[in-house]
């Protein structure tokens, strides 16, 4: 920065309310008697993991357009999406599975309750879970291959719901890292097309979210 | 002199409003006359009630005295019957854009839901400016559109375009009615969401055929709309517990500083946040929509905070141990650089919505509550601080502020030159109105000089477009805030980039009498623009140059009364001659071209890192 302006010695400034110029002020920042300060943390920026939260939202038109837009605009990526609806009258019930540290995913939920449609946002990442997933996968098979596929896919808990002569479909269901498990292995084969339906879970015990809703 | 609504010109009995101007010439009785003579058939038969006399029903229900509003073809049956309504005074705006500003003007300076209305389409994407606005800035704004009739939505038909999708994610709710019968709940529930909890703007999307339908649809108490809501329960009590943490650390403080956010003025919690400050013997600082939270000639209040504020101000911030920060967010432009932020102090942090904590900085003790509930709990757990025991940091505070205020007049010097100084331009505006207009800003150079330099000392005077930072915000917001607090003089702070970009609203100010006075701050560039450039961008002034009018000559073709001051001693004179016209005037003050802001937080820096003068770059 260069000299102070103020301090030139040329004419003064016009009458009425301006205070006098004065001379520069020491460049002293006042720094308190303790140690130097650690930079402030900078929130959602730690480490972060598969978080699921469960959303129960009024059954309108526009709301998961809502959820999801909300989800894209403040920046959170997710992974899978359910939705159905519930055995309440106008509440459907959403599944959203999400990668993040804990304060960011914690201020999707505050941003999710900002939605006037929504009505609970739960994050049961760290709860006593049942988890499910459905996977729809047509593997491709030949005359030598059908039997080792049948196999692996009954040792797996899996179904086959259709057969013919070049591929099979298979259902697949399970926990998303027992699915992904499952359709590891049918890669070896050659999945011809694959869908899955995203999580839903349900807490284990007699709690339910449901019955928890704001009131 | 302002238009009472619903008088007639030719009669002065109540009756229906036309928008031929009411100015008394023999021309417009004339007009005015041949029209009552051709509607009277129409209006003395019984006609049924459709969606847009229920949409009227409902604005008047909800207390609507004015509506800024453009016609266009669906939105025709409006138009049809706004006239059997003379309750709401309707403006005719010249832009939708303008018609959204001015709501929100009216919104922010009277405190009461601001509403606007445009047609499908275009109409309907030029109030997108306005209602990202409010959202941004949290303001209660109901914005009223009308769509295709409900056959022809998503066939691409002349003037749709989907705007609920577009305005999704810029409202706190938005609603598209295809049917008559759902127009009393869906008013009812805009308006309650608009204003209540953490106000926004709330849009209401009607097909033709819903604003055209018969119906017999009822209206809805207050009861019936907060039950069909069950998804928005704002909490408004502080939590106890949190409360007296934030007692605790108000109490251990040595360096306390509360920092007064728009959550103070919206929550009307000026004597509470004054009744704390003065208990505990903490200075208040505010952001830029917080000004007027506190009166500038209070004792503890500080001053304006952030990229821009006042140095002792950030100063303060850099070297507290405690910031108690009431209704406001940690924007990017208050704290710069966030791991530089406040590196001493412990945060509490009170807002009404929760998503805003923890968002942009982590805080110790957080408070989810109404600014007012919250100031009012703590002021009843913390004891009184006696002002001896504060002395030594109070007393060094002040003399930061003395050094800073002495050094900071005005940094570019232009004065010493004769040119004209924009901040001694704004100062000379707050005190010849006594401190006591409505001030609204535009974006830019003249924004900061006007939160710098006015002096405020009540809420609801200082109107500034923060969030959004929307240049051509002052004229119509001002024209909204001059029907919002009439009794208030109202003065628009712009700069001549902003004002070139919604001048079309002066020929509403005169064609309304509204009575809004017009301080053009023309440097002939886009200030802050060139003010980067220089600092930032080592002087490559590409668009900074703003080629104008003659604005004087501009004004009076709208029949505007106008002046012109380019020297320190005219600037008295050209103010008082504004503020003797009856109505809109304007005033055209030709500032110094290369005045900057300062100090200046640039870009990723820190508070602690303000520039104060440029000479260009450091060898």
Redesign the interface.
């Given at each position: 920065m260069s000299g102070d302006p103020a301090n030139d010695g040329r004419a003064a400034p016009p009458p009425g309310s301006m205070p006098p110029p004065g001379p520069p002020p020491p460049h002293t920042e006042a720094a308190p008697a303790h140690v130097a300060p650690p930079a402030r943390v900078l929130p959602g920026t730690g480490e972060g993991h598969r978080h699921v939260l469960v959303v129960l939202v009024m059954d309108r038109p526009g709301v998961l357009n809502r959820v999801s837009s909300l989800m894209r605009a403040r920046n959170f990526n997710i992974d899978s999406l359910a939705v159905s609806r519930t055995d309440r009258d106008g509440i459907s019930r959403m599944t959203l599975t999400l990668h993040g540290d804990d304060v960011a995913v914690e201020q999707a939920t505050k941003q999710l309750y900002r939605l006037v449609d929504v009505l609970k946002v739960q994050d049961v990442t760290a709860d006593q879970l049942v988890e499910h997933e459905l996977a729809l996968a047509k593997v491709r098979v030949t005359e030598s291959t059908r039997a080792e596929i049948i196999k692996i896919i009954e040792l797996s808990h899996g179904r086959v719901l259709d057969i013919a002569s070049e591929s099979i479909v298979v259902e697949a269901t399970g926990t998303e890292a027992e699915v992904d498990a499952l359709v590891a292995l049918l890669r070896g084969f050659g999945i011809r097309e694959l869908v899955r339906t995203g999580a839903i879970v349900m807490l284990r015990g007699a709690g339910s979210i449901e019955e928890a809703l704001k009131r | 002199m302002t238009m009472t609504k619903g008088d007639d010109p030719t009669t002065g009995a109540p009756a229906r409003r036309s928008h031929v101007p009411a100015d008394g010439t023999a021309e417009a009785a004339r007009v005015e006359a041949a029209r009552r003579e051709m509607l009277r058939d129409v209006r003395t038969r019984k006609r049924t009630r459709i969606g847009a006399d229920v949409l009227m029903e409902a604005l008047i229900r909800q207390g609507v005295e004015v509506l800024f509003s453009y016609p266009g073809g669906v939105i025709l049956p409006i138009y049809d019957i706004l006239g059997d309504y003379p309750e709401i005074r309707h403006v005719l705006v010249r832009h939708e854009q303008g018609g959204g500003h001015a709501a929100d003007g009216y919104a922010r300076a009277s405190g009461r839901v601001g509403v606007c209305m445009g047609t499908s389409g275009p109409g309907a994407t030029n109030l997108v400016t306005a209602i990202a606005t409010a959202q941004l800035d949290s303001v209660p704004l109901v914005a009223i559109t009308g769509n295709v009739p409900g056959a022809l939505i998503g066939k691409d038909a002349f003037q749709e375009i989907d705007i609920?999708?577009i305005t999704?994610?810029m409202t706190?709710?938005n609603y598209?009615v295809r049917e008559a019968d759902d127009i009393p709940r869906v008013v009812a529930e805009a308006f309650h969401?608009a204003r209540s909890g953490r106000p926004g703007p709330v849009h209401i999307d009607l097909t033709k055929d819903a604003l055209a339908g018969e119906t017999h649809a009822e209206h809805p108490s207050l009861e019936q709309v907060v039950a069909g809501?069950?998804?928005?329960?704002p909490t408004l009590e502080g939590h106890p517990r949190q409360l007296k943490l934030a007692a605790q650390e108000v109490a251990r403080a040595k360096?306390p500083l509360i920092l007064a956010g728009h959550g103070i003025l919206i929550a009307e919690a000026c004597d509470e946040l004054r009744a704390f400050a003065e208990k505990a013997q903490i200075p208040v600082a505010w952001t830029l929509l917080g000004i007027g939270a506190m009166d500038e000639t209070h004792p503890l209040a500080y001053g304006y905070m952030g990229m821009h504020g006042w140095?002792h101000v950030n100063?303060a911030i850099?070297?507290a141990?405690l910031l108690v920060a009431i209704g406001m967010r940690f924007d990017d432009r208050v704290t710069g650089n966030?791991?530089?932020?406040?590196?001493?102090a412990r945060i509490v942090h009170a807002d009404i919505?929760?998503?805003e904590i923890?968002?942009?900085?982590?805080v110790e003790v957080p408070i989810v509550g109404d600014a007012r509930r919250v100031l009012a709990g703590l002021i009843r757990l913390i004891d009184p601080v006696e002002p001896v025991d504060r002395a030594a940091y109070l007393d060094?505070l002040a003399e930061?502020r003395r050094?800073?205020?002495?050094?900071s007049?005005h940094?570019?010097?232009a004065?010493?030159?004769?040119l004209l100084s924009a901040d001694?331009v704004v100062?000379?505006i707050g005190?010849l109105t006594g401190h006591d207009a409505t001030y609204v800003a535009d974006v830019g150079q003249n924004q900061m000089w006007l939160a710098r330099y006015a002096g405020f000392r009540r809420p609801r005077s200082h109107l500034s477009s923060g969030g959004l930072g929307t240049m051509g915000y002052s004229v119509p917001a001002a024209m909204g805030a001059a029907l919002g607090r009439p009794d208030k003089e109202t003065w628009a702070i712009t700069g001549d980039g902003g004002f070139q970009m919604t001048s079309q609203e002066l020929m509403t100010l005169v064609a309304d009498h509204i009575p809004v006075k017009i301080a053009l701050m023309d440097n002939k560039k886009l200030g802050m623009i060139r003010q980067w450039q220089e600092i930032v961008y080592a002087g490559n002034y590409h668009s900074a140059h703003l080629p104008g009018p003659d604005f004087v000559k501009l004004a009076e073709a709208y029949g505007m009364p106008a002046f012109r001051a380019s020297t320190?001693?005219e600037?008295?004179g050209v103010i008082r001659a504004a503020q003797a016209v009856d109505g809109p005037a304007l005033v055209w003050f030709e500032i110094a071209e290369e005045q900057n802001v300062f100090p200046m937080m640039p870009a990723g820096k820190g508070l602690?890192d303000l520039?104060?003068?440029?000479?260009?770059p450091?060898e």
């Open positions: - | 609920t999708g999704l994610p706190k709710h598209l969401l809501l069950p998804g928005f329960r360096r140095k100063r850099q070297s141990d966030v791991r530089t932020y406040a590196p001493y919505d929760p998503a923890g968002k942009n900085v982590a060094e930061w050094e800073s205020e002495a050094s007049w940094g570019s010097g004065w010493r030159d004769g001694y100062q000379r005190e320190p001693g600037v008295d602690s520039i104060e003068t440029w000479g260009g450091e």
